[in-house]
């Protein structure tokens, strides 16, 4: 099984900071590699797919990148809305990072 | 405009079962595999299988195989996951998902999530 591990786990930024979150995988997915983000009380959010594909309606604030076993998500200008936990995919075989919390200083 | 409403929050006791409803709205149902994924409290997402309305096919997770069952009803906008033998390290909340592409986990629309609490 494939594993994917999120760094860093919780993250503090300020309004308006540039943000990185890393996922890495135990093994090369190629570019088969999701980002979600979850708030509490409501349905999870698609952001980004194959690695690097911005879905539909989402802020291009918002950015992927990688390949291989290490991917990035970039939010470019951190807003008060991306308090969330966000989440890493593998999505050929199902597997979830185990999430970085982001929380505004 | 896609929505996937799931049923209320749900309290059980240890070996009890519980059957969580997911409503489908704004497209069509047939053509979508339905996938359930949980969150456990503290914990990641775990994918729990799918469901292909069209054809009634199944695919579980091996963890759940033998005590899930997903379905749809007749009017054929409603998925359905009914997990039996609840234990508490099954409370958590349960998510459906629309698969953008069939089998795959890559999930477009969520529900909003249901809370089983498993306690006795």
């Known amino acids: 099984d494939v594993q994917m591990t999120q760094s860093p786990s919780t993250l503090s930024a300020s309004v308006g900071d540039r943000v990185t979150i890393t996922c890495r995988a135990s093994q090369s997915i190629s570019a088969w590699l999701a980002w979600y983000q979850l708030k509490p009380g409501k349905a999870p959010k698609l952001l980004i797919y194959e690695a690097s594909r911005l879905n539909s309606g989402v802020p291009s604030r918002f950015s992927g990148s990688g390949s291989g076993s290490e991917f990035t998500l970039t939010i470019g200008s951190l807003q008060p809305d991306d308090v969330a936990t966000y989440y890493c995919q593998e999505y050929r075989t199902y597997f979830f990072g185990q999430g970085t919390k982001l929380e505004i200083k | 405009q896609v929505h996937l409403v799931q049923s209320g929050a749900e309290v059980r006791k240890p070996g009890a079962s519980v059957k969580l409803s997911c409503k489908a709205s704004g497209y069509t149902f047939t053509g979508w595999f339905i996938h359930w994924v949980r969150q456990v409290p503290g914990q990641g997402l775990e994918?729990?299988?799918?469901?292909?309305?069209?054809?009634?096919?199944?695919k579980y997770a091996q963890k759940f195989q033998d005590r899930v069952t997903m379905t749809s009803d007749a009017s054929g906008d409603t998925a359905y996951m009914d997990l039996r033998g609840l234990r508490s390290d099954d409370t958590a909340v349960y998510y459906c998902a629309r698969g953008k592409f069939g089998w795959s986990g890559l999930y477009d629309y969520w529900g909003q999530g249901t809370l089983v609490t498993v306690s006795s």
């Open positions: 994918w729990m299988g799918w469901y292909n309305p069209k054809e009634g096919a199944t």
